[in-house]
């Protein structure tokens, strides 16, 4: 990867968004035809908007020439900032030395939503940003790639819980934990949206499974849609099974 291809980090590229839109807005012209402009595809601009992918460089480069304005922070000002070393209130104002027993790879496992009796296999990144002093997680190894989610960590003191966040443009998807048994793993619930038949959209919550990977032989079918006869479909579907069975989550049915 050259240079001007290289992603932006994180928050670099939430300062160079938030940017964007303030241009637009004072511009008042369209995505579409900043990304004419630029010579960019819209894809690329909405998905870089949204967080849901970061900015390169020369994405940066292009669109501060069709804006006519500098999006990136001077590097004299940025080495003289000093980075936070607490996370947000709103977000337990935990240090890094505080959870650094979260960072890791984690095999995730959900229900699967498209085929019943099996299980929705990934991998979660759980790593430190220095630049906002928050974590964040990133998805990966998802057959369904374009849904991977990212986002910030809450480590609220008072509940004694874990909250992986995802906001996009206002959605968001929650998945509540408990703290990591002495192996390390996280067991809760996942509340998100279900695509259904065309672009309908239905609220949706089932149990949720985080267990670190080096708990775990990862291979190369470990992720996935892991159905019955699968050689872990037995040891995956005991720990989703753990969520109500060991009560880290309660489901409460509708009276009868």
């Not at 030395?97 to 960072?103: A, D, H, I, T």
């Not at 229900?111 to 790593?127: K, L, N």
């Not at 874990?162 to 998807?173: H, M, S």
Request: with cysteine; charged share 25%.
């Amino acid at each position: 990867m050259s240079g001007s291809d290289a992603e932006l980090p994180e928050a670099q590229s939430r300062a160079i968004a938030q940017a964007v839109r303030e241009a637009l807005a004072r511009r008042r012209i369209s995505r579409q035809t900043l990304a004419d402009e630029a010579r960019i595809s819209i894809s690329t601009l909405e998905k870089a908007l949204s967080g849901r992918r970061p900015f390169t460089l020369a994405t940066t480069i292009r669109l501060e020439e069709a804006l006519g304005v500098s999006l990136r922070e001077p590097g004299a000002r940025e080495s003289t900032v000093e980075s936070p070393r607490h996370a947000p209130e709103e977000l337990g104002a935990y240090s890094r030395e505080g959870v650094s027993w979260l960072e890791g790879r984690y095999l995730t496992l959900r229900p699967s939503f498209g085929a019943p009796d099996a299980i929705f296999a990934y991998r979660t990144e759980i790593a430190w940003e220095p630049e906002t002093a928050r974590l964040t997680f990133r998805e990966a190894e998802r057959i369904d790639a374009p849904f991977a989610q990212s986002g910030f960590v809450s480590v609220p003191n008072l509940s004694g819980q874990i909250y992986l966040v995802t906001n996009w443009q206002g959605q968001y998807r929650i998945a509540m934990l408990c703290r990591p048994t002495i192996r390390g793993e996280m067991y809760g619930v996942l509340t998100t949206l279900h695509s259904g038949r065309g672009s309908h959209l239905t609220p949706a919550a089932c149990p949720l499974a985080l267990i670190p990977e080096r708990e775990v032989a990862v291979g190369a079918d470990s992720y996935g849609r892991i159905a019955p006869g699968h050689a872990s479909y037995s040891t995956c579907r005991e720990a989703l099974g753990r969520v109500s069975e060991d009560a880290y989550a309660m489901f409460f049915a509708c009276p009868a």
